[in-house]
């Protein structure tokens, strides 16, 4: 019976893209999801992130994804999660290590725009061709227009293609051998807290730092969620982990302020099961903003250990954080007008912190082993958290007066 379904929903169940856009989550989930059949752990956040990407730009994606959870789930050997729409586009996945992957995705995109420029002179040196069609004119010039522009891109690019095509000259051939350059690409690079907070944070700071056209997605899982659980600078107080097993001492780093005080990128935490809105509106804001973006997104795993029921909660998990004030949900934007450049898009929190940690082994277990230790540190994870929302009430008042 179930085989029946499965025949009826690839083969009867079309994309609706008269009905998909960006602006709320119900139409967003009208585009064709270009990551499919993972394998990775059921319930798992980072591939709820990453799908919802690809369906909003997968058609014109690059990927550069650090070593970890993700590449794991991103490209098992001999096969590949990662497929492509009715017209053959879909995402380009590149796998580079821990320590260098910003910088690997920065690659890409200065080749892309290297590869860009070279077209564009070709283009407009063929545009100084005697006995050019006025079509071929209109669709060379629409091209050099609307190259950068993501809504018009495509559609441009088309048109120039079928141009190219009938004029069939060498300088012709030689910007179509080179035609799926021409439409515009969005640049993504993603890796979990491991990579970001530690290992590779010198590379994706200095890519930030770049200005570069990058957008990066950050899996905070708070753990070294791929070799087994190690603490990592994104692990917070009291947490119980490798190298941490009598509960970390240390605050969480705050990787969006470190990267919100450039002023030029865009920065965003969010959580699905939260907001997801707000989780929609952050990804659509970091791909449109002409410059290096950043968006976190808080993942619960495995290693998380969530009680009854375990990931099929992980949702509800999101939003239990953002209620109780654990995580925060807010949006910097540096094109914004002034006045508007920050938005905290999280409530004041509700109560229950400590219910929410005692909800996860994680921190729950620190009780049995060391409970003095325990009631000690989650107090001070507590008192860190409201201590960090109150800075966020104060960096909105800060934004609003500028």
């Not at 070279?118 to 004119?137: C, I, M, Q, W």
């Not at 949900?329 to 938005?343: D, I, S, V």
Request: glycine content about 8%; hydrophobic content about 40%; some cysteine.
């Amino acid at each position: 019976a179930q085989a029946e379904v499965w025949d009826y929903a690839v083969n009867k169940v079309s994309e609706k893209s008269e009905l998909a856009n960006d602006k709320t989550p119900k139409a967003s989930q009208y585009h064709k999801p270009l990551l499919e059949f993972s394998g990775s752990c059921a319930g798992c956040a980072e591939t709820s992130y990453a799908r919802l990407v690809t369906q909003l730009f997968g058609d014109r994606m690059f990927i550069s994804n650090a070593t970890g959870c993700s590449s794991i789930w991103g490209n098992p050997a001999a096969t590949s999660p990662y497929t492509v729409n009715a017209c053959g586009h879909g995402p380009a996945w590149n796998n580079s290590l821990f320590e260098d992957n910003a910088e690997h995705g920065m690659g890409l995109e200065v080749g892309y725009e290297a590869e860009q420029n070279r077209l564009v002179a070709a283009t407009e040196k063929l545009l100084e061709t005697e006995g050019l069609s006025d079509s071929f004119k209109d669709a060379a010039t629409a091209w050099l227009e609307n190259r950068n522009d993501s809504l018009k891109s495509r559609a441009a690019a088309d048109a120039y293609i079928a141009q190219l095509e009938d004029n069939g000259s060498d300088a012709a051939k030689e910007i179509l051998a080179d035609k799926s350059f021409l439409s515009k690409k969005s640049f993504w690079i993603f890796g979990g807290d491991g990579w970001a907070y530690d290992i590779g944070f010198g590379g994706l700071d200095h890519v930030l730092a770049s200005g570069r056209n990058v957008n990066v997605f950050v899996f905070d899982t708070e753990v070294y969620s791929n070799t087994g659980g190690q603490a990592s600078k994104a692990s917070n107080l009291g947490q119980v982990a490798q190298f941490a097993a009598a509960g970390k001492t240390t605050k969480k780093k705050s990787l969006a302020e470190i990267e919100m005080s450039y002023g030029y990128v865009y920065v965003a935490q969010v959580a699905m099961g939260a907001n997801m809105a707000q989780t929609l509106k952050a990804i659509a804001e970091a791909e449109a903003y002409d410059g290096p973006s950043l968006v976190i997104g808080y993942s619960p795993c495995e290693m998380h250990s969530i009680k009854k029921g375990g990931m099929m909660h992980c949702q509800e998990e999101m939003k239990r954080a953002v209620d109780c004030g654990y995580w925060n949900l807010f949006r910097f934007n540096p094109a914004a007008p002034e006045g508007k450049k920050f938005t905290l898009d999280s409530k004041e929190p509700k109560g229950g912190y400590q219910d929410f940690l005692m909800n996860e082994a994680r921190y729950a277990s620190l009780t049995r082993s060391f409970p003095e230790r325990a009631k000690e540190l989650f107090a001070e994870n507590e008192e860190a958290a409201m201590e960090r929302y109150a800075h966020l009430l104060k960096l909105k008042d800060m934004y609003a007066d500028a």
